[in-house]
């Protein structure tokens, strides 16, 4: 039973740059949320997809987007990168009910390092 | 900001001593989760205590809540050198309902063989 999976693992952009990070949530999953963590820090809330649709957001920026594919797989696209982006980006899913609760822990992948230059 | 703080920011301890971490948030919540952090590495989900909960045991994990202090602790019983790693409570809103979840900055826990 594959867990949540990350791509790339590591990545070096430079400013200004755009940036796509990948996550295929764990089998039988049907909901995906993205985290930012700086070092040091604990993971900050970015958004979450459901139903291919975005049904939360935290306090992050336009230029963060993303993206839920039928399959339930989802994207994060970072637009106009500053040096602040640098950080590590967890993908987390869980299974939500019949009413769109979280039924389920968040399993989290391993995260994707990005270090903007 | 709902965002949890846990206390101590890092524990140091001897394999077979119990280690406990603290954890205290600011709004009402529908339930507190704690998650463990190898080194640079992905979250993994330890424990689960509801609102209407007062305390929980997992193995070696003892979770307790009190909402009245919005405060929460996690007791590692006996630990192993295998326990080092970092711990973070999350809360979920009370009015939320897809689970968004709000991290503290982590207990750093360092156990010596």
């Known amino acids: 039973d594959a867990g949540v999976t990350q791509s790339p693992t590591h990545l070096i952009k430079t400013r200004g740059q755009q940036v796509t990070l990948r996550c295929s949530p764990k089998s039988g999953h049907d909901t995906v949320s993205w985290y930012q963590q700086a070092l040091g820090q604990g993971p900050q809330f970015i958004f979450q997809?459901?139903?291919?649709?975005?049904?939360q957001r935290g306090n992050f920026p336009d230029r963060f987007s993303g993206h839920q594919f039928p399959n339930y797989s989802s994207e994060l696209n970072v637009n106009a990168l500053l040096l602040g982006d640098s950080a590590l980006y967890l993908c987390?899913?869980?299974?939500?009910?019949?009413?769109?609760?979280?039924?389920?822990?968040?399993?989290f992948g391993n995260g994707t390092r990005l270090t903007v230059t | 900001s709902q965002q949890g703080e846990e206390d101590p920011q890092a524990l140091s301890i001897q394999e077979g001593e119990n280690a406990t971490m603290n954890c205290s948030y600011k709004?009402?919540?529908?339930?507190l989760q704690w998650y463990r952090q190898n080194s640079g590495r992905g979250l993994v989900h330890l424990i689960l205590?509801?609102?209407?909960?007062r305390e929980k045991h997992s193995g070696r994990l003892r979770v307790t809540l009190d909402t009245s202090k919005k405060s929460s602790s996690l007791l590692i019983t006996a630990s192993r050198a295998a326990d080092t790693a970092s711990y973070f409570c999350a809360t979920g809103d009370r009015g939320s309902t897809l689970g968004r979840l709000y991290f503290g900055r982590g207990t750093q826990l360092t156990v010596w063989p």
């Open positions: 709004t009402s919540i529908n339930n």
């Open positions: 997809y459901y139903e291919e649709e975005e049904r």
């Open positions: 987390a899913s869980s299974l939500a009910n019949l009413q769109g609760s979280q039924r389920s822990p968040l399993h």
């Open positions: 205590i509801r609102s209407n909960e």
